[in-house]
Structures are given as structure tokens and as C-alpha cells.
């Protein structure tokens, strides 16, 4: 199931901006997921589900906005809307299909809770005092 190692390269981007921006907490997270980047979306809420356990995503949302297939078609010339990779111009038939959009996943947005709260502010010095002793 390639859903939980993308969750992971989610969650660790996630943490990565956590670091930068100093939230404490993420409230909810907006994925974007097109209709042929080969995803499934209930397998995606599963692993996140899993991966987000014990990070700064613990108690998030997750928010999956489906973004349609495009292509462009050679026959007709024209711009049209595709279920599959492999289809038929829904205009005029032809095969001859170039995908244009509705590839990717990405993270549209982040909801954080950017109070830094004590408890998590010490919880993160701790965190990086870790990451130090063990880089050195
Ligand atoms: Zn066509």
C-alpha cells in the first residue's frame, strides 16, 4: 500500500514546516488529491490515521479535496475531463489523450494552532536538545 509511505513524506513535511514556523499543533490537514495520481482515498485516511499518531498532526483533520483529470485531446482539440489515464476523449472518441492535470497530490493548507503552549513548547526544546547530542 504506497498511501502509507506517501502519509509518511506528508507528515514529515508537516513537522518540517512545525519546525520552521514554530506551531505547536496542526488542526487539520487539506490535501489535494488529483484523479490520477493513483491514490486511494480510503486507504489515505487509514494510514494517516496511523503515521500522524505521536507528531505535531496527532489530532488533525484531514481534508481531501479531489482535483479532476484533464487532458488535452489531439483529435478534437480540445480540453476535456478524464476519469482514468486510459480513456477515450469523452468528445469526440479519440485515443489520442495528452494528461494535462490531475497528477498530484500536495498539501493545499495547513490549519495550525500557533499558541505556543507551555507544555508543547518544552516538549519541543526537548526534542531538538535530543536531535543535537545525537548529531554530534
Ligand atoms: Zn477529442
Given at each position: 500500500m504506497h498511501e502509507m509511505s506517501l502519509c509518511e513524506s506528508i507528515i514529515q513535511i508537516i513537522e518540517e514546516e512545525a519546525r520552521q514556523h514554530g506551531f505547536a499543533r496542526v488542526?487539520?490537514?487539506?490535501l489535494e488529491i488529483g484523479a490520477l495520481a493513483g491514490v486511494e482515498i480510503p486507504a489515505m485516511?487509514?494510514?494517516f490515521d496511523v503515521v500522524?499518531?505521536?507528531t505535531v498532526a496527532e489530532d488533525a483533520r484531514l481534508v481531501i479535496h479531489t482535483?479532476?483529470?484533464t487532458a488535452w485531446c489531439?483529435?478534437?482539440?480540445?480540453n476535456v475531463e478524464v476519469r482514468e489515464r486510459l480513456q477515450a476523449c469523452p468528445k469526440c472518441g479519440?485515443?489520442?489523450?495528452?494528461?494535462t492535470g490531475g497528477e498530484d497530490l500536495r498539501i493545499?493548507?495547513?490549519e495550525v494552532d500557533?499558541?505556543?503552549h507551555d507544555e508543547a513548547n518544552s516538549g519541543m526544546e526537548h526534542e531538538q536538545t535530543k536531535q543535537h547530542t545525537a548529531g554530534s
Open positions: 488542526q487539520a490537514v487539506h485516511e487509514f494510514s500522524r499518531r505521536g482535483i479532476p483529470g489531439m483529435g478534437c482539440d480540445s479519440s485515443w489520442r489523450l495528452q494528461v493545499r493548507h495547513l500557533d499558541r505556543a
